[in-house]
């Protein structure tokens, strides 16, 4: 057994956790010099932690756990795992930097909104590109509030003015600049790698495309069929017809038949698998199929005979989803409306459209307008089923951007519209259907699942709501209806908001595996994605296995290789989310830059040990007011989720989820934070 070996198992069994390096080192009868020369090493290896003066092994002193961190301008930062967010002090982010893989070791009994952490090592360094600023004399002032101000390698003869936005690379430990005045999406493209051009190959097979086949589809152009999209969109994936029938409604769901374009193993498919999902960055999008078939021959465009997949179902009018007669068939369609969310709404409030995007064809409106009614209908029937049975409706408000020649000009939060919820509602019994004829045929597939959360972390939710609420949620088993009720009694208060979001950073993440454990979130045993194989290559999958499936055909995929495709595309869908959320952070931050000074309504969103986190409502963006800059004594009460503040005799209690006004102090775009200060303070 060699030394590092010995030390371990000494760690491991010793009566105290913590020894000292006497202790260590007599009792393996070692010179302090050897003892402390191991312990470091066993330190960078994550297996040992110092803690003062005594050194423990990580396993008897808290849980270690792997992710991402992303380090404030203040120092401190937050850890991404796959268990939520870890929040790392200041003192205790080590040598990492904003992107690295880091092993954390999560402090034990630590009470408070977030488990609090120290970075034990290094896993992987993640920051290969990183923006700058230029500052002369081979420096550069990095976005990065903790690598700060680094000197790069210029090539010869290069000459760059201050104040130059550079992105530099980093290779074998040194700075190089890569590219000069790039724009914020470059930025991003580059730090997620994200693919900004397809291979020739791939055009080329696109090219080739016609969309002539030998398979016999059932011709729907007749009816009145609908899409209802942002006004944004360019591809459309999904189209909607609804009828009554003399029990309830006949839905026809029908999706862009992606599968017949895109074969399997082609140099498209290996491509768009690759990509694994479409990312959207606010003004642009980075498809995740080329333009000509995601924008063009596979988009649902209206007017126009398109190739679909329709998924046709029953359904009664007490919201009953007849699965067992539910019918799967390759279909041509016309589009007779392409509908923005807005102007579906203005139909639906028998009010005129507006929206220059909103295309209905003569002598299509009434038609086109009954199929809207229809399916109003039914939505709110399925959506007083899936209260009834209690699927967690997170309505969170999300950022709108307006933006002129590149500039954000406003950011508030978006307004969602009943129309929003047809669709999701429709789109919901379309996977749903499919989930459960795949499911009880055994056929393999990828599901979307949603596993139970952990307990500790929704017993922290349910402590707060049962302090804000001023009532007792005890001997209640938790289930998704019993988490509905819970945030149903917070809609119209302050905290709706956040309490909505607690829960969803409570709740495990969604995705995609062939083992079916159910989706806890819609409170549903079997669900998958088939609505959006433009944008999503999980439901090209489906699509496929699906038609295998009702033709009599083989599998195209095993279990073992779904597993790893689940794994493959989970991890592209967080990426994808993590790129379109940091750029919206920057332009969120870009236009506050000129609101400094200016005072705003704000809610307490997180207390940690240094800072109070606060949401400013009317933009969606987030700051922090660092105790430092308080009046007075400052005692965070975490297991109260709550601080005091103590001055000239009086006392001032903040509490999470109390509302607050706000001075914006400072905006640093490029390292997305915001110091505010507290108005009003006592």
Avoid: C
């Avoid at 999560?106 to 009470?111: A, G, H, L, Q």
């Avoid at 989970?570 to 790129?579: P, V």
């Amino acid at each position: 057994m060699d030394l590092k070996e010995r030390i371990l198992r000494l760690l491991k069994s010793a009566k105290k956790p913590k020894l000292t390096l006497s202790q260590i080192a007599r009792a393996l009868k070692l010179s302090k010099k050897r003892t402390r020369k191991i312990l470091h090493r066993l330190i960078e290896e994550g297996l040992v932690i110092r803690l003062g003066k005594r050194y423990a092994h990580v396993e008897r002193v808290g849980k270690v756990v792997r992710g991402i961190i992303q380090i404030k301008r203040a120092g401190f930062g937050f850890v991404r795992t796959d268990e939520g967010e870890v929040f790392i002090p200041a003192w205790a982010t080590g040598d990492a930097l904003s992107g690295d893989e880091v092993e954390v070791l999560i402090f034990p009994d630590k009470k408070g909104e977030l488990p609090e952490g120290k970075v034990l090592r290094v896993v992987k360094h993640g920051t290969v590109f990183v923006g700058g600023t230029y500052i002369g004399r081979g420096m550069v002032l990095t976005d990065d509030p903790k690598l700060g101000t680094v000197r790069v390698r210029l090539k010869r003869g290069r000459k760059l003015k201050r104040g130059t936005r550079v992105i530099l690379k980093r290779k074998d430990g040194v700075w190089e600049i890569y590219e000069v005045n790039p724009d914020d999406y470059r930025l991003i493209e580059l730090k997620y790698a994200l693919p900004s051009e397809f291979p020739r190959k791939v055009l080329r097979e696109v090219e080739k495309l016609s969309p002539a086949e030998d398979v016999p589809r059932r011709d729907l152009r007749e009816e009145f069929t609908i899409t209802i999209d942002p006004r944004t969109a360019k591809d459309y994936d999904d189209a909607i017809y609804v009828e009554r029938y003399a029990k309830g409604w006949i839905l026809k769901v029908h999706i862009a038949d992606v599968s017949y374009w895109v074969a399997k193993g082609s140099a498209l498919d290996r491509e768009a698998l690759k990509r694994g999902t479409s990312v959207y960055l606010i003004d642009r999008v980075i498809p995740m199929l080329p333009h000509k078939l995601s924008d063009d021959l596979a988009s649902l465009l209206p007017g126009k005979p398109k190739y679909t997949f329709t998924v046709e179902v029953k359904i009664t009018e007490s919201g009953r989803v007849m699965t067992r007669t539910a019918r799967f068939y390759r279909s041509v369609i016309k589009s007779w409306a392409r509908l923005t969310y807005e102007d579906a709404q203005r139909m639906l409030n028998d009010e005129p459209p507006q929206d220059p995007q909103t295309v209905i064809y003569r002598r299509a409106s009434a038609g086109v307008k009954r199929t809207l009614k229809e399916a109003s209908a039914l939505a709110e029937v399925l959506r007083a089923k899936r209260e009834e049975r209690g699927s967690i409706d997170f309505d969170l408000p999300e950022a709108e951007f307006l933006m002129e020649d590149g500039k954000v000009v406003m950011v508030s939060p978006k307004e969602r519209l009943w129309t929003h919820k047809i669709i999701e509602e429709l789109m919901i019994v379309a996977n749903t259907v499919v989930a459960t004829y795949m499911q009880k045929r055994e056929w393999p597939v990828l599901y979307r699942v949603h596993d139970r959360p952990d307990l500790k972390k929704i017993r922290k939710f349910i402590a707060l709501a049962e302090r804000l609420l001023g009532r007792s949620f005890r001997h209640r088993r938790i289930t998704p209806k019993f988490l509905a009720d819970v945030v149903s009694q917070f809609r119209g208060r302050p905290e709706e908001t956040l309490m909505n979001y607690l829960l969803l950073r409570s709740m495990a993440r969604a995705e995609y595996s062939p083992i079916n454990v159910g989706h806890f979130g819609l409170a549903l045993k079997n669900y998958l994605h088939f609505t959006s194989p433009i944008r999503r290559y999980p439901d090209l999958i489906a699509h496929r296995q699906l038609w295998q499936l009702i033709t009599g055909g083989k599998s195209l995929y095993t279990q073992e290789e779904l597993v790893e495709l689940g794994k493959h595309l989970s991890e592209r869908e967080r990426l994808a989310e993590d790129a379109e959320w940091e750029l919206w952070r920057l332009k969120i931050y870009e236009f506050m830059q000129d609101k400094v000074g200016e005072i705003y309504d704000g809610i307490i969103t997180g207390i940690s040990s240094e800072s109070l986190f606060v949401q400013i409502t009317d933009h969606l963006a987030e700051g922090y007011v660092p105790f430092a800059t308080l009046r007075g004594r400052v005692v965070p009460i975490p297991e109260e989720y709550s601080v005091l503040i103590f001055r000239k005799g009086e006392q001032r209690k903040l509490t999470l989820g109390d509302r607050v006004k706000v001075r914006v102090l400072n905006v640093n775009k490029y390292a997305k934070d915001m110091v505010l200060q507290l108005e009003g303070q006592p």
